[in-house]
Structure formats: C-alpha cells, structure tokens
C-alpha cells in the first residue's frame, strides 16, 4: 500500500432552524492505492482484502450513515489477463439493517502505465472515467464563436 485518502460528507436539512432537523446522511469514500510492477491475481487478491479489512473498520453504520466505499486502486507497469478479469468481475456490497443504516460497496480500479489503460468494476465506473480524465486530458478548441 502505498497511500490512503479519506472523505467524509455530512449533510442535513432543515426548516427555518438547525434545531428543526428533518435529515441528516454521512457518506464516506475510503481510498487506498496500491503500487507494483506486475499485477498478479494473488497480489490482486492480498491487496483488495487488506484494503477490504482496512476500510470495514472505519465503517460505522448509524442513524445518520448513508453509504460508504471502498475503493481499491492499483498503479502498475503491467497486468495479468486474470488479474483484469477478476477486477472486473469484482462486486462486494453490503447493506446495513436492510439499508435502513445505509450501504457499503468496494469499487476497483487498474491503471495500467505499460497499456496505458484504466479498467474498473462496475460500481468504480465512475473512479475509471475520473482516472481516464486525469490521464487524458481533452484540450479546449479555442474558437472565435464558443457555445
């Protein structure tokens, strides 16, 4: 592992007064980004679990929880074919009391420097096109006439 991050939104709604609270939900994103030559699936595997470990315990579902992820992100010169294949395949969620206390979910992700590619699972659609926009910044057209 090579870094974490953390976010953390708390949001609330109320009439007139902020003792007159209707709503209140926290949403949490915990990040961990792992660094290493070549992705294999048991070092795919070791990492999602630490960082699946890692983030369940930051996780406190109460009243006021909304949904939390974890997202396991990966920088990597290449990859396996396996690795990419399990990554995609990769869906763990988890609802709270029948999703009365919120949800988690775990997003991945694989940046692969040597194909430079971003490939994500399903729920880390989303971190993929961030990623790829990062990467891949569009340039502007600097026109006379702009819309």
Known sequence: MVATAFFHVHGVKYVLVKRAQLWA??????????????????RYEQCLQLAYDRGSQLIHPDENHMSSYIVALFLCDSCDAEAKKRLKRCRIRKSFQFSLKGWMEVHTAVVDLGMDSVTANSD????????????HPKRKKRGLFRK
Not at 124 to 135: C, D, I, Q
Request: negative net charge; aromatic residues 16%; proline residues 3%.
């Open 25 to 42: 939900a926290d949403n949490n994103e915990f990040v961990y980004f792992f660094s290493c030559p070549h992705l294999t699936v048991e």
């Open 124 to 135: 880390g659609r989303k971190t993929a096109e961030f990623l790829k926009s990062v990467l």
